[in-house]
Structure formats: structure tokens, C-alpha cells
């Protein structure tokens, strides 16, 4: 029988300091059993993205380790950056992989979210298909108005945590944890300083605005390089293609007499999401991915372990 595979998303308000981000990073290269794939910051966003695969014990293990160096080390009373965010540890998402369901996801996502709770005191919100109450799937609805908002409103019975007490740690906040889909974090960067340029733009691409489906988006600074970012995850990539997303992004930022720049894929990608949008614009006949020769010995591999 196989072992349990997750992927789990970590995202850290912090990504400027390099010191903070190493020691955030080190107990995921440390753990056996949990696969440190990818770690990425943004110093406009001020984020720190990691991508680890494994087994959910030693995952959950390496997590604890890390998020108590996050919250020793990050205070948001004085963090500042593009990305919108409830906790220097701001979400955690549990997402399915291989011989787990995303019901056992799900309690993961509560058993660990209890736990992370006793281990640290900072109180936890549930969210996606972890969510303990429906508008909460929405993690934008647990971000409204960030922590500088939270904190205050965190009393009120519509913002009390799932987990822990009516108020948020000092300098830590809150997390958000749950279970989900494989997302694809895609950005677009636009050639203008106009950040309203952006935010109108992301306006009209989410579906919370009366745009695409299974996108969500907002428009960011980014400071550091005089351009304007559409910052977008795409929560369901096989629904809404990277390349229509482009294209309508594309068609608006030319209203504006604005040119893309460049895109953005942050962190993991399935193949498939890249390869169909490859296939768009070079205008592949009958293009089939079983024609990627990587893919396929892949394939024959895992029919070979069998």
C-alpha cells in the first residue's frame, strides 16, 4: 500500500529578511519525511510562499517547528507589504495528493488547527472545505479588513475564531487553516506605477466582481520595480485555462493603453496547466500530453512500481 501524500502551502508575512526566512525555512529541510520543494519570496508583498510534499505526521511536525520561529521572529504591529494578510503564520493549507481523501484533509486540517492552537496561542479560522461555517470558505471573508481590522472586530460573533480566545496573539494575529483543491498562483505585471490601473483590472477578471470563474484576484504595487501587479489564484486551472485568464487581462490592460510585462507563476504548477496554454499559443493540432516525453516515462514508472 502506498503512503499518504499531501501538499501543504505555508505562507509567512516575511519576505525581506533573510535571516528570518532561513530560520523559518530550516525545520522543513530538517524533517524526514516532509520534501522542502519549493520556498519563495516577494519584497513588495512581503510573503514568503513555501511548497512541501510528504506524509501528513512529519508535515504537521516540521509546521509546528517553523510556525513558532515565524511568530517569534515576525511582529505584524509593524509588518508592512503588499499582500493581504491576518498572521505572521497566515494560512495554511492542507490540499490531497495521493491515497487521501479531502475528507481526511478536512480533519486534518481541524485535529492540526487545535493543536497549532495549544502549541502557540494564536487563535485559528478554518477556511475552503475546512471551513466551519460557509462564509468562511471564502478566505477573503476571514482577511476583510486584514489585522490591523481583526483585531478589533475579533469580538464580534461573526469574527470569533474557530479556535482559541475572542482575541488574537499580540504580535502573531491569527492563522487560517484548511483543505483544498491544487490552486496556481499567477500573476501578471503590467508596465505602470497606476496601481488603480491594476485594481480595476483585477475587478473585473475575479469572479467575486462578475469575472471568471475559479479566479481570484487583487491588484498590488510593486514598488521595488515601478510596475503594478494582477495577482490571481486560479483555483480550478482546468476551467479557467492561464491563457484566457492572460488574454482577458491583456484585452483590459489595453484600454488603459498598458502593456503586460511579464507573468508570474508562484510556486508549484501542474504540467497540464503550462502545456495547455503552450499548446494555445503555438497553435498545436490535437496536441495530447501524453506527447511530453518526461510525462510519459513518469507514467511508465509509476505503472512499473505498480
Given amino acids: 500500500m502506498q503512503k499518504q501524500l499531501i501538499e501543504c ?4 508575512s516575511e519576505g525581506r529578511r533573510a535571516d528570518v526566512i532561513e530560520a523559518i525555512v530550516k525545520p522543513f529541510r530538517e524533517r524526514r519525511g516532509c520534501a522542502l520543494l519549493d520556498y519563495r519570496t516577494d519584497k513588495d508583498h512581503n510573503r514568503l510562499v513555501v511548497s512541501l510534499v510528504g506524509a501528513p505526521g512529519p508535515i504537521e511536525e516540521a509546521l509546528l517547528a517553523a510556525s513558532k520561529v515565524a511568530i517569534s521572529l515576525i511582529d505584524l504591529e509593524r509588518h508592512q507589504g503588499g499582500h493581504p494578510r491576518v498572521g505572521a503564520v497566515d494560512v495554511i493549507p ?15 486540517a481541524h485535529s492540526f488547527g487545535r493543536r497549532y492552537y495549544e502549541n502557540t496561542g494564536v487563535p485559528v479560522y478554518f477556511y475552503e472545505e475546512a471551513a466551519l461555517r460557509p462564509e468562511r470558505k471564502q478566505l477573503e471573508v476571514i482577511r476583510r479588513g486584514q489585522y490591523e481590522t ?11 475564531p474557530d479556535v482559541g480566545e475572542q482575541k488574537l496573539h499580540p504580535s502573531a494575529g491569527a492563522t487560517v487553516i484548511g483543505a483544498r483543491k491544487f490552486l496556481v498562483a499567477f500573476n501578471v505585471n503590467l508596465g505602470t506605477d497606476n496601481v488603480k490601473v491594476a485594481k480595476e483590472i483585477a475587478k473585473g477578471v475575479r469572479s467575486s466582481s462578475g469575472g471568471l470563474c475559479h479566479v481570484k484576484g487583487i491588484g498590488l504595487a510593486l514598488k521595488s520595480r515601478g510596475l503594478v501587479q494582477v495577482s490571481m489564484n486560479i483555483v480550478d486551472f482546468k476551467k479557467n485555462a492561464l ?12 484600454k488603459w493603453g498598458v502593456p503586460v510585462v511579464e507573468t508570474e507563476v508562484y510556486g508549484l504548477v501542474p504540467a497540464a496547466a503550462l502545456l495547455d496554454s503552450a499548446s494555445y499559443y503555438m497553435q498545436i493540432a490535437g496536441f495530447d500530453p501524453d506527447q511530453v516525453i518526461e510525462l510519459r516515462l513518469l507514467q511508465l514508472l509509476e505503472d512499473d512500481e505498480a
Fill in 9 to 12: 502551502v505555508p505562507n509567512f
Fill in 94 to 108: 492542507f490540499v490531497p495528493l495521493r491515497d487521501i481523501t479531502m475528507e481526511e484533509c478536512v480533519e486534518l
Fill in 150 to 160: 481583526l483585531k478589533v472586530e475579533i469580538i464580534n460573533p461573526e469574527r470569533h
Fill in 243 to 254: 491563457y484566457r485568464v492572460l488574454e482577458l487581462i491583456r484585452m483590459e490592460a489595453r
